[in-house]
């Protein structure tokens, strides 16, 4: 009976993650630790993407769009004393956008190119069900992009202060049987981002002392045999 254990507690895992749905508004989550231009491989997935911007970054995305297609970003802050009132500004270019105040854009930005701009604005917090974590509101945006091309996503802070935010994009919520296996890992660095330390090392504490006995048991019950 021990040997078919693993696949039971694997068909059980596999019937929880697709008997029970995933929560609205779970994104797969991204890191921000990738130098330079970030690869959006499929704007229509969910994604979130945990970023660290520094004073005087620009944070780029980009990825293929075709006309017609729905588009959706939205800019949220950790909920974190010291980012109350932290905010970074947003901006689609691609072709055949309207062109913009060059006022309102960064510094560098794409050139030839039309852009949406989505300047900070206050919007309803929320607590996010899938990681456990609460998040400052801030803006978005949304539109139909009007024709086929290369597109990207300019997030940076007007006055080039550095902080921390989480961009989501796409609606569509994919997820696999194997993800129900890394979303611990998902988990850890979500709450290590929002520096949530003292719960991850309490964690860790415990799971070291529930291998411990596990292993202490089995190592008496093998002796004893």
């Known amino acids: 009976m021990k040997k078919y254990r693993l696949v039971i507690c694997t068909l ?10 995933i929560p609205a508004q779970a994104h797969r989550p991204m890191w921000g630790d990738t130098l330079g231009p970030v690869e959006i491989e499929d704007i229509t997935v969910s994604y979130a993407f945990y970023q660290q911007l520094k004073a005087d970054e620009i944070d780029v995305f980009y990825f293929e769009g075709n006309q017609g297609q729905s588009f959706h970003a939205g800019i949220q802050i950790p909920d ?5 009132d932290y905010s970074v500004s947003l901006a689609l270019f691609g072709p055949d956008l309207p062109q913009p105040d060059e006022a309102m854009l960064p510094p560098e930005h794409p050139e030839d190119l039309g852009a949406l701009i989505a300047l900070s604005e206050g919007s309803e917090d929320f607590f996010e069900p899938f990681t456990q974590t609460n998040f400052l509101g801030r803006q978005s945006l949304n539109t139909t992009l009007p024709a086929d091309g290369q597109y990207y996503i300019l997030v940076w802070h007007p006055s080039e202060e550095s902080g921390k935010y989480v961009m989501d994009v796409g609606r569509k919520e994919v997820f696999s049987l194997i993800d129900l296996f890394i979303f611990p890992i998902w988990w850890l660095r979500v709450h290590w981002y929002f520096e949530h330390y003292i719960a991850i090392i309490t964690i860790a504490i415990l799971t070291a002392l529930i291998i411990s006995v596990f292993v202490f048991r089995r190592f008496r019950s093998t002796h004893k045999e």
């Not at 059980?12 to 749905?21: M, N």
């Not at 974190?80 to 109350?84: E, Q, S, T």
């Open 12 to 21: 059980c895992l596999a019937a929880i993650l697709f008997a029970v749905p």
């Open 80 to 84: 974190l004393a010291r980012y109350k």
